[in-house]
């Protein structure tokens, strides 16, 4: 493996609960994803009677998250855990050094590097989950087409380029395409996960395409809204149908709401990864687990999909921050598909 | 008439790092006259001007106004109270009118509710334009002004800035006419001249002849302290030289008997040299010898200048120096070739004022104080150190900062940053005497007829006809970009002013 | 005359000769003064703050920081500013990671000599356009990024082949980083560079006044072209530092690291106006921003007061460590 | 008396004003004075040139009102930083400030979060709370004399800061109408905050004009000694100039909140680059005194446009930034190209 095995490999950890320092690493709580990420993991450490729970803002600054948790780790030792979102894959490869080196725990969500698992690289990365965006961005544009009628063009609006997820939603859109030929893709662009830049993106196709434009299918909810203000500002309110993803509380009142004309979003998956992926992070440090003994399904897995946010189904979907369903002593309830 | 002086300082004391400025010093300030003062460079003039404005405090001593003592909290608040100063160094701003110019910070009636109503503004202006006369129009941008009229308008604003008090202003001139051609020295005369109806002047300058034709009573400065107080009626140039100097200079002012025959062997050729401002520029300078260039205003004299410098850019014609053809793009490549520049801009173009005195001397070569690439700083120190004695540079330390000398001063540490290479073998210096004192002027005179003996070959572009004629072995004439006459001038055989003057108007 | 070129006369306040402090302060003493008070602060909250793992760690941390800092603190000297540095860092990082592979070591010198080439392009640019600094980085900052994405197709990438020959890097020798060593060892060859060499005096030169350093032979435009491929090369060698830590490489991977560098020259004391500073001082500016960007998460204060304070923090430390001295733009 | 020779009429060649009388023709001299920003409008022409080959479409009113509506957030950003600009300074802030203005407005119209409900007073707040920040800013730089580019980055952190506080767990949606109806309804074609921009560029041009503040702002960038021996307050009116930049970047924040219906941390992403890169290929100069208010909104249509004619050209997403990068240093060239003069000292 590309890191080199830790001097604790095999083992499991022997920390007592009232030891472990419990930390969740993301961009920061300006973001709404984030919100329920930290409501899911506090939850979680809530639920084992309030450790040290701390959660570290990376601001989409890489070099400064590798830092922050390499001086968590230099100050914490063997019994932290980590449940981390890596700014980008690229710090991934470090963070899983600077933790074997260190005898921590570390639990890992959305993007790491090809060629990068928890299973072959060393027992103390316990686990790397993501959200596979191609059903994410298969069913979305599926719906997206129904409420076409099977016919028409669209748009999309892609995140940042350099994202698996993004990539990957994109991918589950062009699935879709192919099996609606009734549908056209007039164009797509990046808006860089953001909801000014989507707006302007999305009114300048508008103008580009006019009427020709059917429905707007976007990475991610934010531009989905952007796309949709674009859309109301420009008098087709309810006419151009618009589908995204990420289950943001506004997105999903925007469903719910048939003059919008948005027909589709995913559920939000922030507290399942903030609180499942602490909990098995905890699993792992207090010896619960012994993550060298554990199939690699239980490593590095996908969440099980979850069914699409329609008008059918919007009044009834709880908010992002809710985390009551979720079930911390079942560690693998929610695992969907390995990733290979 | 009363006979309370309009300003006074009794027992002025002013230090700086390691200077000091003013030292107990007195003057008075009659009303109705203009003061003349003179000194030479670091004599401390300027620092009592602006002690005088309140862009400075006094250490200790008193500063009297009307009688009554005051103490000013700055420029604005001396305006304010009548006093007014033109800087030596020009201070209007270029990106804003005329008008503005002239009564910025002191827009008064012409700013009603913080809007500015132009029209009255203008008018205002145009009041105090018209005063200094030479056709100044107030909605001018600044940057349209020649260098000249600039002048002009800060007398304007001068006056203008003193008459906010309601007094008759007193108005500081801190060496107005260093930069200003014969009739526009006239035309600020003839100004003055009516402005002393209704107020005080007082008057810098480094040419006795000024000072005298025109002062009522002068003031003598030396070392920080007035050393004597005149009227011009009763005493000479030359006297007034050795006072203040403190000793007799003005018989080998411009060494005329160290002038030695340039050798036959030509080191510096012009020919057909063109550039956007001059044409077909042809000239030879020999080894030991100084040629000056004279001319007027835009005569494209200084742009001949800079292009053997490599600081502007020549279209056609060549430049060989001592037989080989050079063709100097920077004024790297032609320091390279061992050309040395001081510029007349001395703050904006000769000096690192920041810097200090040794780095300063030893920026264009600094080989010459180094073993292998590496600085060597004993050798630095002390080649710096013989030449701070050398030339009689007055500073505290090597490591002053430039910008604490006098002007004077940073002329000397400018020019001998040349003087350090060993091979250098032509100098171009434009106006190198400007502003400075008659002692450091003497100074730089012998040091030009030194180098001149050593080989080099000088350029000259003298501040003044007379300079020009004394220092050089020959002098060309220019006008509108051209050549258009060359006298030779040795010991004995100088040109008379008025031909070389025909030929450059 | 142009306006910014007039020295009116200055209003002087100071009337005794240099104080002992301001000596010091002269010598470059208050950003560590700053740096001090920084580590003894974050000690009083969490003491195990001094112990030796987690100061190294800081060093290593503050490793790439230092190096873009440093060849930033080169062209601010000359009174410009390099805002594409961080860009290219991240732009030389996605090349090294492609590299590596089938280059092995010779990628790196090929990095940084690469990086250093687009320096000079910039520099070219800047002196030959007579496009401001600022600008001319803004938009070559946007070049580099659009480059870095168009050659990682997006995607991270990890390096694995050719790992060894800049994983060292990041080893330690007797308990001590090879990086940060190495990264003094850079400094400390710039220091010995800007103060034995007349060109240490001649970049001051330029930040001071360039028409009069033109005028005093010094190729301005030689050395300004020069600062800007050091700054650039630098940043090619903290793109080998951040694969080498990070094992790995992305399209944005330095690009944050911009501000915190700009923020540690000027920290350092370096006056953004150019021709007062040095790189020593750098260091230490590097070191308080390093400190500082995990200082507040050491401490444990609450995710949404950290930039509050570290704006705070950082504006405080500048007013400390500010040269206030004449000539040097307050603007 | 001696006569003296006067130098040659020196014309400084840093300076970028020209010198008169070359010009007879009044147009002429209206284009070749800085009084209209005539390189950035050749930009801007030479733009609308290409892609009337290339996507007809652009030069649609629909478009052209799209790029007005894109233009309308980052002009009313470049008035206020204009101002500072010209004083020689610089505010990097603008994106923090607009994160804290857009919480603080989105809180106090109708939301879904609280039971505020100030109406357009709300965008008073906003502007408020810039202001507030401007003034920190403002403040540190006169009192502090520390510079202005490092201290505004530290008033960004300080604005993103405040932004965070106040997001709790979800964007506050804004329910107010009126509020949303200022970028949605439309009058003569062009909905409010397009209006409200070309409102916030007249009062600036007439501050630049006809105020003592505009005024100064230039005498103060010409040069802050002459400003203080004419006993100008250059501290106050400098801080002005912060507290106007941060106002009018609460004013575009309310208006980008209008236009996108929620208190967003992220609002004001990307706006710097466009803003600064938009000043200044306007032609207002970073070192101060020359430039205005026209010119910084129509350096920030020459960007907005780039952006907008880029995807009507369909430009891959991949190089729209080196694109754009590419575009701000040929335009900022061209601008500048008439200025290049040997030893011209350029920083
Ligand atoms: N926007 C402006 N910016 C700068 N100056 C202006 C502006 N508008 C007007 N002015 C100036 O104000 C002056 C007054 O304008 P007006 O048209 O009243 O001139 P005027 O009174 O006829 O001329 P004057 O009184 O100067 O002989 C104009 O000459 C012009 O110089
Ligand atoms: N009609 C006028 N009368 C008096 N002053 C004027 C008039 N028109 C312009 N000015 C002044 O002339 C100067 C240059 O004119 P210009 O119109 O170019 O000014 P500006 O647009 O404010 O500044 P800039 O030169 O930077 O574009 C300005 O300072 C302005 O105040
Ligand atoms: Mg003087
Ligand atoms: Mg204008």
Known sequence: GAVDSGSAAGDSGRCKPSDVTLVQSGRGLENEYYVAVNAGARAFAKSRHAHRYQWIASNGDSSKQLSQIQSILAKGGKCVVLNVDPNESSVLPAIVKAVDRSGAWLVTQWNRPDGLAPESESPHWVAHMSVDGVPQGYETAKALFESMGGKGSIVALQGILDNAPAQERFRGLKKALKEYPGIALLGDQTAGWDRTKAQNVTQTYLTKYGHKIGGIWAASDSMGLGALGAVKNAGRKGKVKIASIDGLAEAVHDVRDPSTGYVATTPSTGAAQGGLGMSIGYAAATGRINPAEEPQGHRSFYLKPLPVITRANASSVPSPTDTTKLDFTHLWSQNGRPIK | MSDTPVMELRGATKSFPGVRALSDVHVEIRQHEVLGLIGENGAGKSTLLKVLCGLQRLDSGSLLLRGSEVAFQGVADANRKGVAMVFQEQSLLENITVAENVLLGNEGPSVRFGLYRWSDLNRRAQKYLDLVGGSLRAATPTSRLSFAKRQMVEVAKAIASGERGHHEPVILLDEPTSVLEHSEIETLFSIVRELRERASVVFVSHRMEEVLAFCDRVYVMRDGGVVGECHPADVTTDQLFAMMVGQDLSAGYYHESDQRPAQSRPRLELSNLTGTTFHDVSLTIARGEVVSLMGVQESGREDVARAVFGAVPVKSGTITLDGRRIRPRSPAHAVRAGIGYVPSERKVDGAVLGMDVRENLTLAHPGQVSRGPLLDPARERRTVQEWIGDLRVRTPSQHTPLRDLSGGNQQKVVLAKWLLDPDLRVLVLDTPTRGLDVGAKADVYALIRRLAARGLAVLLLADTLDEGIAMSHRVLTMKDGRITDEFTSGVGSRPRRTDVLERMV | MATTSQTPPQTRTDTAGPSRLRRLHEAGAAPLFVLAALVIAVGAYDSSFFQAASLISLLEQAAPLTLLAVGEALVVLTGRIDLSNAGLASLAGVALAHGLGSWGPAAVALVVVGAALCGTLIGVLHISTQVPSFIITLGFLGIFAGLSLTTSRADSILVTDGYGSIEWIFYRIFGLPISYLLVLLVALALMAWMKALPTGRRIRAIGLNERAAAHSGIRTRGIVIAVFTASAALAGLAAVFQVARLQSAGATTSDALLLPAIAAVIVGGTAISGGIGGVGRTLCGALVIALLRVGLDLVGINAAFQPILYGGIVIMAIAATANRRRGASVA | ?347
Request: aromatic fraction near 6%.
């Open chain 4, 1 to 347: 008396m001696k006569l003296t020779l006067a130098p040659a009429d020196h014309h400084d060649p840093r300076a970028t004003g020209r010198t008169a009388g070359k010009t007879s023709r009044p147009v002429r001299a209206v284009l070749g004075s800085n009084a209209v920003p005539t390189p950035a409008l050749g930009v801007l022409a030479l733009i609308a040139a290409v892609m009337s080959f290339v996507n007809p479409s652009f030069l649609s009113p629909g478009n052209l009102g799209a790029v007005a509506e894109q233009s309308a957030v980052p002009a009313v950003l470049a008035v206020g930083l204009t101002f500072v600009i010209l004083m020689g300074g610089i505010d990097l802030s603008l994106e923090g400030t607009m994160a804290a203005a857009s919480l603080t407005t989105a809180l106090l119209v109708a939301n879904d979060r609280n039971t505020m409900d100030l109406g357009l007073w709300a965008i008073a707040a906003g502007c408020a709370v810039g202001a507030a920040i401007g003034l920190v800013a403002g403040a540190t730089v006169g009192l502090l004399r520390v510079p202005s580019f490092i201290v505004t980055i530290g008033t960004w952190q300080i604005g993103l800061g405040i932004a965070q506080l106040l997001f709790g767990d979800t964007p506050p949606r804004v329910a107010d109408e009126s509020f949303r109806a200022l970028a949605e309804h439309r009058t003569a074609g062009l909905p409010g905050i397009v209006w409200i921009a070309l409102l916030v560029v007249a009062v600036g041009w007439t501050l630049q004009r006809y105020t003592r503040f505009g005024r100064y702002a230039y005498v103060i960038g010409g040069s802050e000694e002459t400003a203080l021996l004419s006993g100008v307050p250059v501290r106050a009116y400098r801080a002005a100039a912060f507290v106007l930049a941060g106002a009018t970047a609460g004013l575009a924040s309310a208006m980008a909140t209008a236009r996108s219906g929620v208190g967003d941390v992220g609002v004001g992403t990307g706006l710097l680059f466009t803003t600064i890169a938009g000043v200044v290929i306007g032609g207002t100069l970073l070192t101060g005194g020359r430039g205005g208010v026209l010119h910084s909104l129509v350096g920030v249509v020459v960007m907005v446009a780039i952006a907008n004619a880029m995807v009507l050209a369909g430009v891959s997403s991949y190089i729209q930034q080196t694109v754009q990068g590419a575009v701000v240093v040929i335009a900022a060239s061209l601008t500048l190209w008439r200025a290049r003069q040997r030893l011209r000292v350029i920083k």
